[in-house]
């Protein structure tokens, strides 16, 4: 079973900050998060943030310079750094893992975590 839970969403006004955790774990093999998505009311799931095993990292253009995307793996756990906020900043925040079991990998969401900037 795996399990992919996010935390620390909330609401903060306009200018704001906020931290985003997700944590990964597997009771066969190991799983780690690597991602953060967002979707906003009536639009699609985007890609926010990722963050490879070795800290490699990657933006969406809205975000480069206001978020930042950081992993600590001896805890399977990765974090989003959310400066700057903006009201089009609004939405669920879904982390996405990837788990491993005899070679097999598999991706798995979260339950998300809302975040609501106010203006």
């Known amino acids: 079973q795996v399990q992919v839970v996010e935390s620390g969403g909330g609401l903060v006004q306009a200018g704001g900050s906020l931290r985003l955790s997700c944590v990964a774990s597997a009771s066969i093999g190991s799983a780690n998060p690597m991602d953060w998505y967002r979707q906003a009311p009536g639009k699609q799931r985007e890609l926010v943030a990722t963050?490879?095993?070795?800290?490699?990292?990657n933006y969406a253009d809205s975000v480069k310079g206001r978020f930042t995307i950081s992993r600590d793996n001896n805890k399977h756990t990765i974090y989003l750094q959310m400066n700057s906020l903006k009201p089009e900043d609004t939405a669920v925040y879904y982390c996405?893992?990837?788990?491993?079991?005899?070679?097999?990998?598999?991706?798995?969401w979260g339950q998300g975590t809302q975040v609501i900037v106010s203006s």
């Open positions: 996405n893992a990837v788990a491993v079991d005899s070679g097999r990998y598999s991706w798995y």
């Open positions: 963050i490879t095993i070795d800290g490699i990292t």
